[in-house]
């Protein structure tokens, strides 16, 4: 029996697929008729390369563990494994710009698909990632590949009517909140991450005599409402009580304010890495704390069995 705040296997499931004829139908029509930039080898590649790199993971820890790979089973467990793959190819290829160069693209996938199994930490007897894939493949190549930029924003409706450029965030609003409610229940979370981005404009208006029109402008478009509901809102890496995904919400809408007063352009997926970082750094620490402990008691425990006195007292007792 699951918990109202428990994202279960079948929500899980559920989401994805919906997450996935979602973003597949986005980037056709990206392509196809909104006008986006970027050829059409870039999601292709970056498709091939992370359904190789989940592949090859889930092989090698199948043989490792002894155990049965999860994508066999069928076409379906095959689809349903790949899932998450195909997500984060499609949403690193429509969000990242390395104009006709493809090997910024393809190693951002597979550094995004493999960063679930590099960067993890235990979570009660199991163990989870630590970052959101897509964005992580972004922020890594965006650091380590200065001359690859992010997606023009106008490349979401260039092609679009004027009731076009509207109807288009309606419906990505529409669809993300139904999901981000039904499924990944992180409505919390946005309401922090809004709040806080906000909260942040408006600090930066006042202290550095930023315009606010201008900090609050990066919310009208598409990019940053495909990041509030369905980036930032991933259900593996953040938070599941409600309070937790407030504060979460906040301190990514911190650390992005944070940015902008240095001027850093790639405020949005840094500030997203930056604090599922720290609380990877949270979380291995208190883990670290908690086994020093264990170990502390046992070593305590073991040295008042072997002591005779107290071993004579328990055998007089």
Not at 204 to 228: E, K, N, Q
Request: proline residues 5%; positive net charge; glycine residues 6%.
């Amino acid at each position: 029996m699951t918990t109202p705040n428990r994202w279960c296997d079948q929500d899980r499931l559920a989401g994805l697929r919906r997450f996935a004829v979602a973003i597949t139908i986005l980037n056709l029509l990206g392509h196809f008729a909104f006008g986006f930039e970027q050829s059409y080898a870039q999601p292709l590649c970056a498709l091939a390369a992370a359904y190789l790199m989940e592949l090859l993971l889930e092989t090698v820890d199948a043989q490792f563990n002894q155990r049965r790979p999860r994508f066999l089973g069928g076409v379906r467990a095959f689809a349903d494994f790949l899932l998450s793959a195909h997500i984060t190819g499609l949403a690193v290829a429509m969000l990242l710009y390395s104009n006709e160069r493809l090997w910024p693209t393809i190693f951002a996938a597979a550094a995004a698909v493999a960063s679930k199994s590099v960067f993890r930490i235990r979570a009660g007897s199991d163990s989870r990632h630590v970052f959101n894939p897509s964005n992580f493949g972004i922020t890594i190549t965006l650091l380590l590949f200065p001359w690859v930029g992010i997606a023009p924003p106008y490349h979401f409706s260039e092609n679009l009517p004027a009731v076009g450029r509207w109807l288009l965030p309606t419906v990505i609003i529409a669809s993300g909140s139904f999901l981000n409610f039904r499924y990944t229940r992180r409505i919390p979370l946005i309401a922090g991450w809004l709040v806080g981005f906000i909260s942040q404009a408006l600090v930066r208006s006042v202290i550095y005599d930023a315009r606010l029109v201008a900090a609050l402008l990066p919310m009208t478009g598409v990019a940053f409402i495909l990041f509030s509901f369905y980036m930032v809102t991933d259900p593996a890496t953040t938070p599941t009580s409600p309070r937790s995904q407030i504060v979460f919400g906040l301190a990514v809408s911190s650390v992005y304010g944070l940015l902008m007063v240095f001027h850093d352009v790639f405020g949005l997926f840094f500030s997203l890495a930056t604090v599922c970082a720290a609380r990877f750094a949270l979380s291995a620490s208190r883990a670290a704390y908690e086994a020093r402990a264990r170990i502390t008691i046992q070593k305590a425990n073991a040295a008042r069995t072997k002591s005779p006195v107290l071993s004579g007292v328990r055998d007089v007792l």
